[in-house]
């Protein structure tokens, strides 16, 4: 059974590969870095049963940001202040050889999931993504991100369709 785990010591980074050299020297270098420092937190999904070190099947960070209302799309962007809370998908992977089995898909389910967590806490307007390519972009937009007015690459969801997508998860 495949879980979603908070990246540790017991997970093999080495042997990840997801085809982007960026994201894979970002999970073996930086990703235990950036949580110690409190800059980011990094989940990653993995076989439940395999052992240690457990093979990574893909990964997500997530951290905290704000942004200028006026970077939002013209209707979110008069519903707020100045400035707004949200979360950033920092960084979102899968493993080579798992690409195309819906694993991405599984992984935005888990950070939604996170999203809802924080907002329950302290509150953020929705998950924000800087997509790397057009490619890219189109994938996050499948499942409503839309691009922020300042950056066609930068997608904002906004927590009602948060909201709505894990309610009909469960």
Same mark, same amino acid.
């Given at each position: ?37 409190? !800059? ?15 093979? !990574? ?16 799309? #013209? ?9 707004? #809370? ?85």
């Amino acid at each position: 059974m495949r879980k979603i785990e908070l990246l540790a010591k017991s997970h093999d980074r080495v042997g990840f590969d997801c085809g982007s050299e960026a994201l894979n020297t970002f999970l073996r270098q930086t990703a235990r870095q950036h949580a110690d420092r409190g !800059i980011s937190r990094t989940f990653v999904l993995v076989d439940e049963d395999t052992t240690a070190p457990k093979p !990574i099947l893909g990964f997500f960070s997530l951290n905290l940001c704000q942004l200028k209302a006026d970077d939002l799309p #013209p209707a979110d962007a008069k519903r707020f202040p100045r400035t707004v #809370p949200g979360v950033r998908l920092g960084r979102l992977a899968v493993a080579k050889e798992l690409h195309r089995q819906g694993i991405g898909k599984t992984l935005l389910a888990a950070a939604m999931g996170k999203f809802m967590e924080i907002f329950n806490t302290a509150g953020g307007i929705g998950l924000f993504v800087d997509a790397k390519d057009v490619e890219a972009k189109r994938y996050y937009e499948q499942f409503g991100f839309v691009p922020l007015a300042s950056n066609e690459l930068e997608l904002f969801l906004p927590v009602e369709t948060i909201r709505e997508a894990v309610a009909d998860a469960e």
